[in-house]
């Protein structure tokens, strides 16, 4: 398993290792804010299928920008 992730996130962190920060910083907020928008883009049918209720709360959508949120903005403001 430790193989694997290695095979995925080393040459991630190569290319990011050869950025100066602040493009590295760029970067980052764009490979956490790129999946964030394609979570957007799936229709609210498919994410509400089998819920009880179709209220606001239930959407996973909205959860899932609210969990990567705080994320988003440490990497931009931090110094």
Request: hydrophobic share 60%; with cysteine; aromatic share 6%.
């Amino acid at each position: 398993m430790n193989e694997l992730l290695r095979c995925i996130f080393d040459p991630v962190n190569a290319l990011l290792g050869a950025l100066p920060m602040g493009a590295a910083r760029v970067a980052t907020t764009v490979l956490l804010v790129a999946p964030l928008l394609a979570v957007l883009r799936l229709p609210r049918a498919s994410i509400l299928r089998g819920a009880p209720s179709a209220s606001r709360w239930r959407d996973l959508r909205v959860w899932a920008v609210l969990a990567m949120l705080p994320y988003v903005v440490l990497y931009l403001l931090a110094p």
